[in-house]
């Protein structure tokens, strides 16, 4: 168990940070000046033996997980991307706002044309007011299923963590893995309409674990002194799965989540959503053995198939004799539909008000949005056999009932740099076009109301202005937790809740004071979400379910944030080696 000790001096800690942060800050803003991080990423074939087969994936620098990346806050990161793969791809910095740099925020045919085969492209950007877990990955088809990896943000030098500072840090990199080449299969379900393919193992740092064939020796490691304190950054990189994790018989502290500082939360079992990152402190208080981590699915679909299987890694204290290695405990997994206990995690979460990059919410808003999430049909092609549900029509998503498809010849923000029309449109719509008992399975009987049309209708905003938005899960082909995230910016989780979103009563429940700073939501399975966030940023920014399988089928928008007043606030030009479509 946690020792209480850790717990009183998280908190102490807290109030001499609070006490003291003003002051330590000016001091490493006038003595410490930032650094230039640069990286080469080579991204070609790698041949990896995983689950008794030989496998040709698509990874950076011959390694799975990629590199890591290690900066602090204010530094500025120059990567060298050279695409030696056979596909086109990007990369994007997950969770990083790019504040005056959208040219480097990744997401294909938003913010920039692919990397062809054959050629480069230098990402930079600068850390602004930022620290904490965050990763990268490619965003173009599913080539992240192997093409990831960390991105830690320490604080300034001079600075410190809201907490004790921990022996070590630890990241964790939660993954999926296909027994296949994961384009070819993402393009034949885009081709039949249908579901993406089921994977067939999860990871841990690369690793799969003992539980599956062939894998005995295929498992993450972790060696821990008895009574220290390490800090596990945790990144949920699977593809189209929510995990629970858990530590046999370890509580965790959560002291961060999306690199955002929260209130210490104590707990035996993480909920992380695709694409999110959370923190916490592990001390090492139990007697000297071997301990299993373990993560499986939080599979809130009901009657849709998943993958069932569950990875694990393992702790060893130092001192432990050889055959506790050989009978680690197990810890006990939720339930895959244990939607209480993931919705008791995500709800219970609080942002540490006044520290380190902490933002009060604001209180005027000046552009409402109620926004449906979800499944949807499109028309099957003609001279096309689609074998989506129901069969004769393809699986779709959308928006507001706007399934999003990506121009093919110019980037978004091209588009919007260089003021050329035709491109996209900025008549997204505030409100479904059509309202409905959204949480009620009887709906999908109502056949014109499942299909969705394809197009760019996007949302145009002012610099500075604040959106609020609420988030509707619908039922539509059936009801599942989306992981929403969105580029550029963070936002305020203001409630979240079950059923059909009342504005009478469900927004009495905001947390107006200390709720929780994220990029990626979990919107509940059947429920809502309501965020609130400052357009601060000009550019084109992406906002989309963080299921693969789910993106390139429309679940998914984007804003237009207008230049502010001054060149500071001014999207400068792209960079000369932007590349091409």
């Not at 000016?26 to 080579?42: D, G």
Request: glycine share 8%; charged share 15%; proline share 8%.
């Amino acid at each position: 168990m946690t020792s209480p000790s850790v717990i009183y001096s998280i908190e102490m800690g807290r109030l001499v940070f609070l006490f003291a942060s003003s002051l330590l800050l000016m001091v490493a803003a006038t003595t410490v000046s930032a650094a230039i991080v640069e990286h080469s990423f080579k991204v070609q074939n790698l041949t990896v033996n995983r689950l008794c087969n030989r496998h040709v994936i698509t990874a950076a620098n011959g390694r799975l997980p990629g590199p890591s990346i290690r900066a602090r806050e204010g530094d500025t990161l120059i990567i060298h991307v050279f695409n030696k793969s056979p596909y086109n791809l990007t990369i994007h910095w997950h969770g990083i706002h790019q504040m005056l740099s959208a040219w480097a925020d990744g997401p294909d045919m938003i913010t920039q044309c692919p990397i062809r085969p054959g050629n480069k492209y230098t990402y930079k950007f600068k850390i602004i007011k930022q620290e904490g877990t965050f990763w990268w990955h490619s965003h173009t088809s599913t080539l992240r299923a192997t093409l990831y990896g960390a991105i830690i943000i320490r604080p300034r030098a001079g600075s410190s963590y809201p907490f004790p500072k921990p022996y070590r840090e630890v990241p964790i990199l939660l993954g999926e893995w296909w027994n296949g080449n994961v384009v070819d299969m993402a393009n034949q379900a885009l081709a039949h309409g249908t579901g993406p393919n089921i994977s067939d193992a999860y990871t841990i740092n690369g690793w799969p674990g003992d539980l599956y064939p062939c894998s005995q020796n295929q498992m993450y490691k972790l060696k821990v002194k008895q009574g220290k304190t390490y800090l596990l950054r945790i990144t949920n990189a699977a593809v189209d799965n929510n995990l629970f994790y858990k530590i046999a018989n370890h509580k965790m502290i959560v002291v961060a989540v999306d690199a955002r500082y929260t209130n210490p939360y104590v707990t035996d079992v993480l909920v992380v959503a695709s694409g999110q990152t959370i923190d916490v402190l592990l001390t090492a208080d139990q007697p000297i053995g071997s301990y299993y981590m373990a993560a499986r699915a939080y599979a809130s679909a009901a009657g849709l198939e998943f993958d069932s299987t569950t990875t694990r890694g393992v702790i060893v204290y130092e001192g432990a004799p050889s055959w506790t290695s050989r009978t680690p405990l197990m810890p006990v997994l939720p339930a895959f539909n244990d939607t209480p206990t993931a919705h008791k995690f995500s709800t219970s979460l609080t942002a540490l008000v006044g520290g380190p990059h902490w933002e009060p919410v604001p209180l005027k808003v000046d552009h409402k949005m109620f926004v449906t999430i979800g499944m949807a049909l499109d028309v099957c092609p003609s001279n096309t056999t689609c074998q989506g549900p129901p069969v004769g029509a393809k699986l779709s998503a959308s928006m507001n009932n706007v399934s999003f498809v990506p121009p093919s010849s110019l980037s978004l923000l091209q588009a919007f740099f260089f003021n050329v029309r035709g491109v996209y449109t900025t008549d997204f719509p505030v409100k479904p076009p059509v309202q409905f008992d959204y949480t009620n399975p009887s709906i999908n009987g109502d056949l014109p109301l499942l299909f969705a049309p394809k197009g760019i209708r996007i949302t145009k905003l002012k610099f500075n202005s604040t959106v609020e938005m609420v988030m509707q899960n619908t039922v539509i082909i059936g009801a599942e937790n989306h992981p929403m995230h969105l580029h550029g910016f963070d936002f305020h989780v203001l409630a979240q809740g079950f059923g059909n979103f009342n504005p009478a009563t469900d927004t009495l429940k905001y947390n107006l004071f200390n709720p929780q700073i994220r990029h990626t939501i979990g919107v509940p399975v059947g429920g809502w979400a309501v965020i609130r966030f400052v357009a601060n940023n000009p550019g084109v920014w992406f906002m989309h379910c963080h299921f693969d399988g789910h993106l390139p089928i429309g679940l998914a928008t984007a804003f237009v944030v207008e230049n502010g007043p001054t060149p500071e606030t001014t999207l400068p030009p792209p960079p000369v080696d932007l590349p091409q479509c």
